[in-house]
């Protein structure tokens, strides 16, 4: 089935860093979601995006819905340990439409 | 957010056998619940939407008599692998809807399969 592109495919970065992530698709979304899924766990939401444009903020996450209806990012300020995990952005076509899945970003944080 | 279980979180069976996996909805009525499949550190992929009191929908290259999926309610839907295989193993998530527009799915928390 067809995936979006999430890059970077992995990160290791030092506690207190910022983190960016971003999602690219060839086809156009009414809805972008971020979760995050630790191991042996189903995926939890984190932000969910309706409008082209809209900035959300969630603590120290940030996601940006892109203008174009084909891109998402999202942003974590001040990392810490327990934000270690996999992030899936996910695409949807709106009204409990099927979600389509970015390939994931895999975030470990250093001490 | 809306709560999803899933049970069971981890099961082993014999080649050859069936298993039941169900998910519920525990706090809302979710007119649409998604299967996905998993394999280690890949994304997740969607099997089947299951929509209640209708036959699922399944997605290409997906079994619909190897993976049976029932949605007899509101509340809950049930992916039963038939005949399992080595190859089945895998970890299976379910996620629910409200089915309203611009509604975010809510995902329950994974069912490892093994057959040995």
């Known amino acids: 089935g067809q995936q979006l592109n999430q890059s970077p495919q992995s990160m290791f970065i030092q506690e207190g860093e910022d983190v960016s992530m971003n999602c690219t698709s060839s086809s156009i979304f009414n809805t972008w979601l971020w979760y995050k899924q630790e191991p042996g766990e189903g995926p939890v939401l984190l932000i969910a995006l309706y409008k082209a444009g809209e900035l959300t903020s969630n603590g120290r996450l940030t996601a940006q819905f892109g203008i174009t209806r084909k891109d998402s990012f999202l942003n974590i300020s001040a990392s810490i340990p327990s934000d270690v995990g996999i992030y899936f952005c996910?695409?949807?076509?709106?009204?409990?439409?099927?979600?389509?899945f970015g390939t994931g970003t895999r975030l470990q944080v250093t001490l | 957010g809306a709560v999803v279980s899933q049970h069971p979180s981890r099961v082993i069976c014999k080649s050859g056998t069936s298993v039941k996996i169900e998910c519920r909805s525990l706090d809302f009525q979710a007119t649409t619940m998604f299967w996905y499949r998993q394999f280690p550190k890949q994304s997740l992929m969607l099997m089947a939407t299951s929509n209640e009191g209708s036959k699922a929908t399944y997605e290409q290259g997906v079994e619909k008599d190897k993976f049976l999926i029932n949605h007899a309610s509101l509340t809950l839907s049930t992916l039963t692998v038939t005949s399992a295989h080595p190859e089945d193993s895998s970890f299976y998530i379910c996620s629910a809807s409200q089915g309203a527009e611009n509604t975010e799915a809510f995902f329950g928390q994974g069912t490892r399969l093994t057959v040995v």
């Open positions: 996910a695409g949807g076509g709106g009204t409990a439409s099927k979600l389509t």
